[in-house]
């Protein structure tokens, strides 16, 4: 498998670790708790303040990361970037860069500035004809190179793979298409060296969403669609969705100012995410015209039932490559 046996993320995080900080905790120590969940006439809930524990799918390990990162998201020290690395990711990037034996050339691919990693015993037999394309989270604002490390060194050392980390150019000084159009431009110089069923695709946060947001490039652009894709930790659309309220406290430990939107990135300022067809990727789906061979995605964060509307099952497409779909995940890479 080209993407798929390479993808294990976190799941479960605590919301306790948000409860315990917030304003009137005292107080509602004295209220008498309740299990009654209240229903709205227009279906709005309203449940009763509730202690998540970790997932009993994490391992020991597992948990002690998740309470590491949780912690570390509500100092706002550490959220504060230098050099395009955030402060709490440093001695993930470093303790990655001492784990794993790769080669790693910066330089460019038809004029759009990649990080190109490859292990230094030589990509594996079986992948020797394969790459993997790497789209950074950060928001459309910044992560790079942090979140680009995190996401492609391991993949790259662990498959035996070579992987291709695009510096798409972002927001608020670049607005869309601009990271679609530097995607596509490495995509097809890439195309020159392998057959398209030999590239995957994948991202985290806003490199899911860009995942998406190229194969709707490609497709209405005339190129072929890439062997695999895989979108984690965010949508195939725009924003919107009741994880909203729900993905920030559970796997940030902590309540967004204001919920997260087109007009607070930069990047889309021009462009209205629902009507474009090179924005939201959303088919029918009896029209299995994206990737047949998409591997996963991630349905909590942004928005939580868009996940399902942006391709077509695996197993009803016939893929040689399985379909993983992921909620409230944390990102794997940084385990």
Request: proline content about 6%.
């Amino acid at each position: 498998m080209l993407v798929r046996r390479c993808i294990t993320v976190l799941t479960g995080v605590g919301l306790s670790l948000v409860l315990a900080q917030s304003p009137g905790r005292a107080q509602a120590a004295s209220v008498v708790p309740t299990d009654k969940v209240m229903v709205g006439s227009d279906g709005t809930i309203e449940a009763p303040a509730r202690s998540v524990p970790p997932s009993s799918f994490l391992s020991e390990a597992g948990k002690r990361y998740m309470a590491e990162h949780l912690h570390a998201m509500q100092d706002p020290d550490l959220l504060k970037s230098d050099g395009g690395v955030p402060r709490f990711m440093k001695h993930y990037v470093e303790r990655d860069k001492a784990m794993f034996a790769l080669d790693r050339k910066d330089i460019q691919i038809a004029g759009v500035h990649v990080y190109d990693y490859a292990p230094k015993a030589g990509v594996a037999v079986g992948n020797r004809r394969r790459v993997l394309i790497n789209l950074h989270g950060g928001g459309f604002s910044g992560c790079w190179p942090g979140c680009a490390e995190l996401e492609s060194m391991p993949v790259a050392a662990l498959m035996g793979i070579r992987v291709v980390s695009i510096d798409y150019r972002e927001g608020p000084k670049y607005k869309f298409p601009a990271a679609s159009e530097d995607v596509a431009k490495v995509y097809q110089q890439l195309l020159k060296t392998y057959p398209s069923k030999n590239i995957g695709i994948y991202g985290c946060s806003a490199g899911g969403m860009l995942t998406a947001m190229s194969l709707a490039w490609f497709q209405t652009h005339g190129l072929p669609t890439p062997g695999a894709d895989g979108i984690y930790c965010a949508s195939a659309g725009s924003f919107g969705g009741d994880a909203l309220f729900i993905a920030y406290p559970l796997g940030e430990a902590r309540i967004p100012s204001a919920a997260p939107s087109q007009s607070r990135l930069g990047y889309f300022s021009e462009v209205d995410m629902n009507r474009s067809s090179c924005v939201s990727y959303r088919i029918p789906r009896d029209t299995c015209k994206i990737s047949a061979n998409a591997v996963g995605y991630c349905d909590t964060r942004f928005r939580h039932e868009q996940g399902s509307q942006y391709g077509c099952p695996a197993h009803q497409s016939g893929s040689r490559f399985g379909t993983a779909r992921m909620g409230r995940t944390l990102p794997w890479f940084l385990l």
